[in-house]
């Protein structure tokens, strides 16, 4: 899934959709200039691909890219009802349907409980992993009814991370009980309802992988995400140039790494050169195993 500059598909863009591995296209503020823009943006893209994800970071609150044509959602955790949770799920879905966008990166599941997390804060529905629970799954029922795929994130959890992610590697520490009682939580119950899609966390938790990043961990994504909570969506890493994966892994190693992981679509959001390697690096695997990913996306596109 690849993001780009400007507020029309420039050629570069175009030439990079005729590569069948590039699934999605994730939209950012910089695409967006109004509602009319944005339904002609998003209608050269499907009519390039008919099959493509088109994808935005619409959570609620500080992150909301598109500002006209959309209801305005209150950030998560100012929203206390799970009634009130679907209805602006609901509206907001619909909204999205209209303007061309079939993916929404939403509802944050990750459990507010360092109050000086730089990167989470009020993205959070709060504290309480069995409220974030309950919120995040309404939700994303409500959204799903306004017709829009949804993604939680960021998994395994980001909550009481001490550093932004987007600067560096944080590190979590809690042991794998205090993980199965707050962090997994509400994972566990949007999961069961049937969530279209998880997005990894570029995190080191030692508990689950001593020193690999969950996003690049076989121990994270296979043996927990898909086998023990049986996850069987599609797998949806954060961006693959933050820092915490760009200062640390190449683009061909940590796109080779996060597929042997388990991850099904790649997020590269800015750098066409970078987005050319990512694809190059993606060639380079059995195409048994890509096949597993598209089939998992096509799957996912199906159930819209």
């Known amino acids: 899934m690849v993001g780009f500059e400007g507020t029309s598909p420039p050629e570069s863009l175009i030439d990079l959709l005729d590569d069948e591995l590039v699934t999605g296209v994730i939209l950012f503020s910089r695409n967006i200039e109004n509602a009319t823009q944005l339904k002609a943006l998003t209608r050269a893209l499907l009519a390039h691909r ?9 959570e609620g609150g500080p992150v909301q890219r598109i500002k006209d044509g959309v209801p305005r959602v209150p950030a998560m955790r100012d929203i206390i009802d799970p009634a009130d949770a679907f209805r602006y799920g609901e509206e907001l879905g619909r909204a999205l349907v209209e303007l061309g966008v079939n993916l929404n990166l939403a509802p944050v599941l990750d459990v507010d409980t360092n109050p000086n997390s730089p990167v989470i804060g009020e993205r959070s529905f709060g504290p309480d992993p069995s409220h974030v629970a309950k919120l995040g799954v309404a939700y994303h029922r409500g959204l799903r009814k306004g017709g829009v795929l949804t993604c939680g994130k960021h998994f395994p959890g980001h909550g009481d991370a001490k550093e932004d992610s987007h600067l560096t590697l944080p590190v979590i520490q809690h042991g794998l009980d205090r993980l199965r009682r707050v962090e997994f939580v509400p994972f566990r119950a949007a999961i069961d309802a049937g969530i279209s899609a998880i997005m990894t966390a570029h995190i080191v938790v030692p508990a689950l992988d001593p020193e690999t990043p969950a996003t690049l961990s076989v121990g994270i994504m296979t043996e927990l995400l898909r086998g023990l909570m049986s996850f069987e969506g599609v797998v949806i890493s954060d961006d693959l140039e933050m820092k915490a994966i760009s200062e640390r892994y190449p683009i061909d190693r940590s ?7 388990g991850v099904d679509m790649l997020l590269v959001c800015k750098d066409l050169e970078t987005q050319r390697r990512a694809l190059a690096a993606l060639r380079r695997t059995p195409l048994t195993r890509l096949n597993k990913s598209l089939d998992r996306i096509e799957a996912m596109r199906q159930s819209r």
């Not at 008919?50 to 619409?58: F, G, S």
């Open 255 to 261: 796109v080779a790494e996060a597929i042997e992981a």
């Open 50 to 58: 008919p099959d493509l994800i088109i994808a935005v970071d619409q």
